[in-house]
C-alpha cells in the first residue's frame, strides 16, 4: 500500500498551499509535516506530496534530497548526527563515534535494535566554537566527552520507555 499522510495532516497541506501564491511554494512545508508524522520521506512519501499539491513529483524529489534534514530511510527516535568535519575531529569526534560503537552498539547508519538511535556521521553543523559537536533531532549538543554523551544517551533510554518510535 502506498504511503498517504493522515486525514488531519493532508488538511495541514491543503492549508498550508492554500498560504502560497503557487503550491510549488508549499512542497518544503509539506515535507516537513511529512517528517514530522512519520520521521522518514521516501519517494512513495515524496509522491503523495506531489499528488496533494498537485506538482510535477520530481521537485518534490529535488526539494527531499537536496536538503539533509530529510532522511530517506527510518532512523529511530533519536537521530544522532555527528560532525566530523575539521574542527570536531581535531578535538576528539572520531573517539566519541567508537565510543557510542563499543559502549552502547550504535553503529553509523543503521538503527538500534531498540529503534532508539541512528548514527550518521555529517559534515559541518555550523558549530565548530563548540566542538565536538552533534546534532540530535533538532537539537544541538556542543563540547561533548565521552561522559557527556553518556549522560545524554542513558537519558534517552530513560525518556524513551521501550524505545520504539
Same mark, same amino acid.
Given at each position: 500500500?502506498?504511503?498517504?499522510?493522515?486525514?488531519?495532516?493532508?488538511?495541514?497541506?491543503?492549508?498550508?498551499?492554500? =498560504?502560497? %501564491?503557487?503550491?510549488?511554494?508549499? !512542497?518544503?512545508?509539506?515535507?516537513? +509535516?511529512?517528517?514530522?508524522? &512519520? #520521521?522518514?520521506?521516501?519517494?512513495?512519501?515524496?509522491?503523495?506530496?506531489?499528488?496533494?499539491?498537485?506538482?510535477?513529483?520530481?521537485?518534490?524529489?529535488?526539494?527531499?534530497?537536496?536538503?539533509?534534514?530529510?532522511? =530517506?530511510? %527510518?532512523?529511530?527516535?533519536?537521530? !544522532?548526527?555527528?560532525?566530523?568535519? +575539521?574542527?570536531?575531529?581535531? &578535538? #576528539?569526534?572520531?573517539?566519541?563515534?567508537?565510543?557510542?560503537?563499543?559502549?552502547?552498539?550504535?553503529?553509523?547508519?543503521?538503527?538500534?535494535?531498540?529503534?532508539?538511535?541512528?548514527?550518521?556521521?555529517?559534515?559541518?553543523?555550523?558549530?565548530?566554537?563548540?566542538?565536538?559537536?552533534?546534532?540530535?533531532?533538532?537539537?544541538?549538543?556542543?563540547?561533548?566527552?565521552?561522559?557527556?554523551?553518556?549522560?545524554?544517551?542513558?537519558?534517552?533510554?530513560?525518556?524513551?520507555?521501550?524505545?520504539?518510535?
Amino acid at each position: 500500500m502506498a504511503y498517504e499522510l493522515s486525514a488531519e495532516n493532508q488538511q495541514r497541506v491543503k492549508e498550508v498551499a492554500a =498560504r502560497y %501564491p503557487h503550491n510549488m511554494s508549499a !512542497i518544503l512545508p509539506a515535507l516537513h +509535516i511529512v517528517f514530522a508524522e &512519520r #520521521g522518514w520521506i521516501d519517494r512513495e512519501a515524496c509522491d503523495h506530496v506531489a499528488e496533494l499539491l498537485d506538482v510535477p513529483p520530481i521537485h518534490v524529489y529535488e526539494a527531499m534530497t537536496f536538503y539533509t534534514y530529510f532522511p =530517506r530511510k %527510518p532512523v529511530g527516535k533519536y537521530h !544522532i548526527q555527528l560532525c566530523h568535519n +575539521i574542527a570536531c575531529n581535531l &578535538r #576528539g569526534a572520531e573517539n566519541l563515534i567508537e565510543y557510542m560503537r563499543d559502549k552502547h552498539g550504535i553503529e553509523e547508519d543503521r538503527v538500534t535494535g531498540d529503534g532508539l538511535f541512528c548514527l550518521h556521521r555529517v559534515e559541518c553543523l555550523g558549530a565548530c566554537g563548540g566542538a565536538p559537536m552533534m546534532q540530535v533531532n533538532d537539537d544541538y549538543y556542543e563540547n561533548l566527552s565521552p561522559e557527556k554523551i553518556e549522560e545524554l544517551i542513558e537519558g534517552w533510554k530513560r525518556e524513551a520507555g521501550n524505545g520504539r518510535r
